[in-house]
């Protein structure tokens, strides 16, 4: 029989799929990593099994204990999922502009969501660093995996998602491309692609307009999961080659492409991501092979980017012709 003993067994080997509408008037071939394949939904699941075994070992963890992070929604699903089936308690704190349905997916599996403002300040004591750091100080036996620096984030990405890439490509990808968020899965895909490929492999970060990453002026956006108004520990730049800018809009309308074209469901930061892996493969010769990661589902964000009122509430524009 060929089965697994837990859904965590399940997480990681994800498949890679051409993209063949989107790649218009573009030579190289680029394929898209599917991380919503992963049981939780998104490449969270990798870091968490990872980040727990690792406070156990530590001792940071223990029977009983709790879990408590802020997370925009899929690291708590992926640490859900594990805490769950090991018996630990999960509190996190989700910033508003996370949409409902991503919060009510946490509290399905078990989990207590805390919800805090996004427009404050990272040091204001209602952003949701600051009410995660308090709650960990409040309550017994917590621990805070803290993603943003955990290196057993960028590690997970570097013992499973990296390898991933190269073994199903036989070693021909030239072009790894990822959204950046902590950094972790650029930092850990991209170091061990650089090691594997002695240098040859190119590694190219995408983030919002508005996130610190690109060097421009930090400010709001709307894409969720992706950029930061700080430099987290998880994320190393030597690691990275280029680092593309890709606007709200322009996600957003790559998004619904993806859906309607190459029927990917998935959520507004893969959008941005195949917008700079797109911008990263213009001019490339048909020999270039360019891998894109797409983070997660698209179910999470109904009642936002696949949803025309929230789209021209927001300013963006609706295709013609649709609906
Ligand atoms: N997209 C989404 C939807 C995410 O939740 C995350 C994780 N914050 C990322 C992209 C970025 O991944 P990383 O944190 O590894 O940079």
């Not at 207590?112 to 300040?121: D, L, R």
């Not at 930061?269 to 917008?275: E, F, H, K, P, Q």
Request: with cysteine; glycine share 12%; proline share 6%.
């Amino acid at each position: 029989m060929r089965y697994a003993h837990t859904i965590a067994e399940l997480v990681g080997d994800t498949p890679l799929v051409r993209l063949n509408r989107v790649t218009d008037g573009v030579a190289a071939t680029v394929l898209a990593k599917i991380e919503y394949l992963n049981p939780g939904g998104s490449s969270k699941d990798r870091i968490a099994a990872n980040i727990l075994d690792a406070a156990e070992r530590d001792g940071l963890l223990q029977p009983g204990g709790t879990i408590v992070e802020p997370t925009s929604g899929n690291t708590g699903v992926g640490l859900a999922l594990i805490a769950q089936q090991r018996g630990y308690r999960c509190v996190f704190v989700v910033p508003d502009k996370v949409a409902e349905d991503k919060r009510a997916v946490l509290r399905a599996y078990g989990a207590e969501v805390v919800v805090t403002p996004t427009a404050v300040e990272p040091d204001d004591p209602q952003s949701y660093y600051s009410v995660s750091d308090r709650l960990v100080r409040e309550i017994p036996g917590a621990f805070k995996p803290n993603q943003y620096a955990n290196p057993n984030g960028p590690r997970s990405h570097y013992e499973s998602t990296g390898p991933e890439i190269w073994r199903d490509t036989d070693g021909r990808v030239t072009h790894f491309v990822a959204g950046v968020g902590t950094g972790g899965t650029i930092t850990g895909t991209g170091r061990y692609l650089r090691e594997v490929s002695n240098g040859a492999v190119r590694i190219v970060g995408v983030d919002p307009v508005g996130s610190i990453y690109n060097g421009g002026p930090v400010h709001g956006y709307d894409i969720e999961g992706v950029g930061e108004d700080f430099w987290p520990a998880a994320y190393d730049p030597s690691v990275v080659d280029e680092i593309h800018s890709v606007s709200d809009a322009e996600a957003f309308a790559m998004t619904r492409r993806l859906a309607r074209e190459e029927g990917l469901l998935v959520g507004g930061s893969s959008g941005m991501a195949v917008v700079g892996a797109l911008a990263a493969a213009r001019g490339l010769d048909a020999d270039a092979i360019v891998v894109v990661l797409l983070p997660d589902h698209g179910r999470g964000y109904l009642s936002k980017v696949f949803d025309d009122e929230w789209m021209r509430s927001r300013g963006y524009e609706v295709e013609e012709g649709q609906r």
